[in-house]
């Protein structure tokens, strides 16, 4: 398959539907990128966009980490894209997002994690019916934000169905695992950041408890105090704020504004802040349709987040932790990462979940917490829990890492992959990857 628009490759591609659900015709779309180089013996890698209903293909491939990105009426070669290392798998589920569907659309009136996760894994195993080469290989369940509902439900259902893949591991970033702790980290992290005023912090802890935000809104709407408080925390935050990453310029609606902003991206890091615009009108296109092999089933457009599905919201407040340590128990290595830019899901209630589930587990820290390095700058964070469990952060990055710090989320990466702990001293050291 070669795309419009797009630069000559030596690897091959491949995107299609595969069938889970033959009475109700439900099928989901994928997009299979085979690894740069050897890909015979290199792993493979589902990624997992979350949302609940957001694209993995538009967000994942296309904005993140995918071989290419949308640059006009072209594909440019993203120079840090994930199938370096890995074949790579982006799935968009569960069905009613982007061109995956369900001819019976009375589906999309009540989806849940349970229904999410079973036709995950029916998709799974008729995917390696079609690419049987792929099937005894090691894999590995990647994903971010609700991948942390994603990522480790399927894991668990692929352990607990017994099916005869080769799982090893999972990895995801800034995820959702626990509803209050989670939320309840925003507050924290805006005031620390400078974003909102003392007097706005103040409020967030006294008068919104986020562990009630669910419930409150099944009731119609937020008290009418927590609503105010979120409305005074959004006037001082401003609309020219991106909440997915506190310090990154946003794409604005201007075409004049827009040329402003790209000309004061850094020098050393060029971030297209509106990739995501460009990959929308890129995945409309008719002539990508074609290549992909894609079409359109009771909608008009193609959109990075479903406006059909209706997705059991309740599912929010179902804590993943858990599953986790179940995953560590089994004996799969687990990855949780934080780009330390993103105020919506914060490192810090994540970091404290984390190391909460390693005391849980009786895990003894193997890596004190400590710095990682990509070239002569410090990545990030890190510190490891025994053999299967560890967390990092990534120095700079939004909510989706990949997107605005590509070479560190490249260098964790590889060394997820490779059973390797994140690379330690800032010159001379022998065991750090440097991608050019």
Same mark, same amino acid.
């Given at each position: 398959?070669?795309?419009?628009?797009q630069?000559?490759?030596?690897?091959?591609?491949?995107?299609?539907?595969?069938?889970?659900?033959?009475?109700?015709?439900?099928?989901?779309?994928?997009?299979?990128?085979?690894?740069?180089?050897?890909?015979?013996?290199?792993?493979?890698?589902?990624?997992?966009n979350?949302?609940?209903?957001?694209?993995?293909?538009?967000?994942?491939?296309?904005?993140?980490?995918?071989?290419?990105?949308?640059?006009?009426?072209?594909?440019?070669?993203?120079?840090?894209?994930?199938?370096?290392?890995?074949?790579?798998?982006y799935?968009?589920?569960?069905?009613?997002?982007?061109?995956?569907?369900?001819?019976?659309?009375?589906f999309?009136?009540?989806?849940?994690d349970?229904?999410?996760?079973?036709?995950?894994?029916?998709?799974?195993?008729?995917?390696?019916?079609?690419?049987?080469?792929?099937?005894?290989?090691?894999?590995?369940?990647?994903?971010?934000?609700?991948g942390?509902?994603?990522?480790?439900?399927?894991a668990?259902?692929?352990?607990?169905?017994?099916?005869?893949?080769?799982?090893?591991?999972?990895?995801?970033?800034?995820?959702?695992?626990?509803?209050?702790?989670?939320f309840?980290?925003?507050?924290?992290y805006?005031?620390s950041?400078?974003?909102?005023?003392?007097a706005?912090?103040?409020?967030?802890?006294?008068?919104?408890?986020?562990?009630?935000?669910?419930?409150q809104?099944?009731?119609g709407?937020l008290t009418?105090?927590?609503?105010?408080?979120?409305?005074?925390?959004?006037?001082?935050?401003?609309?020219?704020?991106d909440?997915?990453?506190?310090?990154?310029?946003?794409?604005?609606?201007?075409?004049?504004?827009?040329?402003?902003?790209?000309?004061h991206?850094?020098?050393?890091?060029?971030?297209?802040?509106?990739?995501?615009?460009?990959?929308?009108n890129?995945?409309?296109?008719?002539?990508?349709?074609?290549?992909f092999h894609?079409?359109?089933?009771?909608?008009?457009?193609?959109?990075?987040? +479903?406006? @059909? &599905?209706?997705y059991?919201?309740?599912n929010?407040?179902?804590?993943?932790? *858990?599953? %986790? #340590? $179940?995953l560590?128990?089994?004996?799969?290595?687990?990855?949780?990462?934080?780009?330390?830019?993103?105020?919506?899901?914060?490192?810090?209630g994540?970091?404290?979940?984390?190391?909460?589930?390693?005391?849980?587990?009786?895990l003894?820290?193997?890596?004190?917490?400590?710095?990682?390095?990509?070239?002569?700058?410090?990545?990030?964070?890190?510190?490891?829990?025994?053999?299967?469990l560890?967390?990092a952060?990534?120095?700079?990055a939004?909510?989706?890492?990949p997107?605005?710090?590509?070479e560190? +989320?490249? @260098? &964790?990466?590889?060394?997820?992959?490779?059973?390797?702990?994140?690379?330690e *001293?800032a %010159? #001379? $050291?022998?065991?750090?990857?440097?991608?050019?």
């Amino acid at each position: 398959m070669v795309l419009p628009g797009q630069p000559q490759v030596n690897f091959q591609q491949f995107a299609g539907y595969i069938r889970v659900d033959e009475k109700q015709d439900r099928s989901l779309f994928y997009y299979f990128v085979e690894a740069e180089t050897n890909p015979s013996s290199k792993p493979f890698v589902l990624w997992l966009n979350g949302g609940p209903g957001c694209s993995s293909i538009g967000a994942g491939a296309f904005c993140e980490h995918g071989p290419f990105k949308p640059s006009g009426q072209i594909l440019v070669k993203n120079d840090y894209s994930w199938n370096k290392e890995a074949n790579m798998l982006y799935l968009e589920s569960p069905a009613g997002v982007g061109f995956s569907y369900s001819a019976n659309q009375s589906f999309y009136a009540s989806v849940d994690d349970n229904i999410t996760a079973q036709d995950n894994l029916v998709f799974l195993e008729n995917w390696f019916k079609k690419f049987p080469e792929y099937n005894n290989r090691d894999l590995f369940i990647t994903g971010e934000s609700y991948g942390g509902h994603y990522v480790p439900q399927l894991a668990q259902l692929i352990i607990q169905s017994k099916a005869k893949f080769n799982l090893k591991g999972i990895a995801i970033g800034n995820p959702l695992l626990e509803f209050n702790t989670d939320f309840n980290a925003r507050g924290e992290y805006l005031w620390s950041h400078g974003l909102v005023s003392d007097a706005t912090y103040e409020l967030f802890n006294h008068v919104c408890n986020y562990s009630q935000i669910r419930r409150q809104a099944e009731k119609g709407s937020l008290t009418p105090a927590c609503l105010g408080v979120i409305k005074q925390a959004s006037r001082e935050i401003s609309e020219f704020i991106d909440s997915y990453d506190v310090t990154l310029d946003v794409c604005l609606s201007s075409v004049g504004l827009q040329a402003e902003v790209l000309n004061h991206l850094q020098d050393t890091k060029k971030i297209d802040v509106c990739v995501e615009d460009e990959t929308l009108n890129y995945l409309n296109r008719e002539d990508v349709h074609k290549a992909f092999h894609a079409r359109l089933v009771g909608v008009t457009e193609w959109s990075i987040c +479903s406006d @059909v &599905l209706h997705y059991e919201m309740q599912n929010l407040e179902i804590p993943t932790i *858990g599953v %986790l #340590g $179940s995953l560590v128990k089994s004996g799969i290595r687990v990855l949780v990462y934080s780009g330390d830019q993103d105020s919506i899901v914060p490192l810090t209630g994540t970091r404290t979940l984390v190391n909460g589930l390693a005391k849980e587990l009786g895990l003894t820290t193997t890596v004190p917490y400590r710095v990682w390095f990509e070239g002569r700058q410090v990545g990030g964070w890190t510190q490891v829990y025994g053999d299967l469990l560890s967390f990092a952060t990534i120095r700079g990055a939004a909510h989706e890492a990949p997107f605005s710090q590509p070479e560190r +989320s490249l @260098v &964790l990466f590889n060394a997820f992959l490779g059973g390797k702990t994140l690379p330690e *001293g800032a %010159l #001379g $050291s022998t065991d750090q990857t440097h991608y050019n």
